[in-house]
């Protein structure tokens, strides 16, 4: 019993928890020992994950790995040009799982989330990171009504260019996306819009 209550307040290893890491979130070796490296570093990634939706079976490791790349990007960044540790952080692990399943949903893009909400969170913790979508307008769009509309003024202003895409020249697709992007202002969801864009350009 005495060992058992020792073995029990024995924080985990950092071993323990790259093997944890690898086998469970299915991160690389090389993320997960970076992870591990301080550990209120990790106690701090393990709070996001324990925030987000338990996965279904088969699921979930994708917005697990997401929250591995928020930690070694916008975070380490942040702390690395800041000078400051994981602790000093305003941004709590509950406002980044928000904000990862807002990424993970569609309904913002990671370069919004982390230049317009993360920036804005850092300083303004109180609100959270769907407030901040809303306020800004950052909200991606998504509805096909709305974005077909965009999408056949693009493809009439470039005219030439579909036909050059017809032809072969798959690559200027990401060019009638990037004009939808710039028409809407950020907010049409680029997975959406290319799925659009190809259905168009087959007709």
């Given at each position: 019993e005495?060992?058992?209550?020792?073995?029990?307040?024995i924080?985990v290893l950092?071993e323990?928890?790259?093997?944890?890491y690898?086998?469970?979130l299915k991160?690389s070796?090389y993320?997960?020992?970076?992870?591990t490296?301080?550990?209120a570093?990790?106690?701090y990634f393990e709070?996001?994950?324990?925030s987000l939706?338990?996965?279904?079976?088969g699921e979930?490791?994708?917005?697990?790995k997401?929250?591995?790349?928020?930690?070694?990007?916008?975070v380490?960044?942040?702390?690395?040009e800041n000078?400051?540790?994981?602790?000093?952080?305003?941004v709590?692990?509950?406002?980044?799982?928000?904000?990862i399943e807002?990424?993970?949903?569609g309904?913002?893009?990671?370069?919004v989330?982390?230049?317009?909400?993360?920036?804005?969170?850092?300083?303004?913790?109180?609100k959270?990171p769907a407030?901040?979508?809303?306020?800004?307008?950052?909200?991606?769009?998504?509805?096909v009504t709305?974005?077909?509309?965009i999408?056949n003024?693009?493809?009439?202003?470039?005219s030439?260019k579909v036909?050059e895409?017809?032809k072969g020249?798959?690559?200027?697709l990401?060019?009638?996306v990037?004009?939808?992007m710039?028409q809407?202002?950020?907010?049409?969801?680029?997975?959406?819009?290319s799925?659009?864009l190809?259905?168009?350009?087959k007709?």
């Amino acid at each position: 019993e005495f060992i058992e209550k020792i073995h029990t307040s024995i924080p985990v290893l950092q071993e323990e928890r790259i093997k944890k890491y690898i086998s469970e979130l299915k991160l690389s070796e090389y993320d997960a020992t970076v992870i591990t490296e301080e550990k209120a570093f990790s106690d701090y990634f393990e709070k996001i994950i324990s925030s987000l939706p338990s996965p279904r079976s088969g699921e979930g490791s994708g917005v697990r790995k997401a929250a591995a790349n928020w930690m070694l990007g916008p975070v380490r960044s942040w702390m690395n040009e800041n000078n400051k540790e994981i602790n000093e952080i305003t941004v709590n692990p509950k406002q980044l799982a928000a904000l990862i399943e807002l990424v993970d949903s569609g309904k913002v893009n990671f370069s919004v989330a982390v230049t317009r909400i993360f920036s804005q969170l850092l300083k303004d913790p109180a609100k959270s990171p769907a407030q901040i979508a809303l306020e800004q307008n950052l909200i991606q769009q998504s509805d096909v009504t709305a974005l077909e509309s965009i999408i056949n003024e693009v493809l009439t202003k470039y005219s030439d260019k579909v036909k050059e895409y017809k032809k072969g020249k798959k690559g200027l697709l990401a060019l009638f996306v990037g004009e939808v992007m710039k028409q809407s202002k950020g907010k049409a969801d680029p997975k959406v819009t290319s799925e659009l864009l190809i259905e168009k350009l087959k007709s």
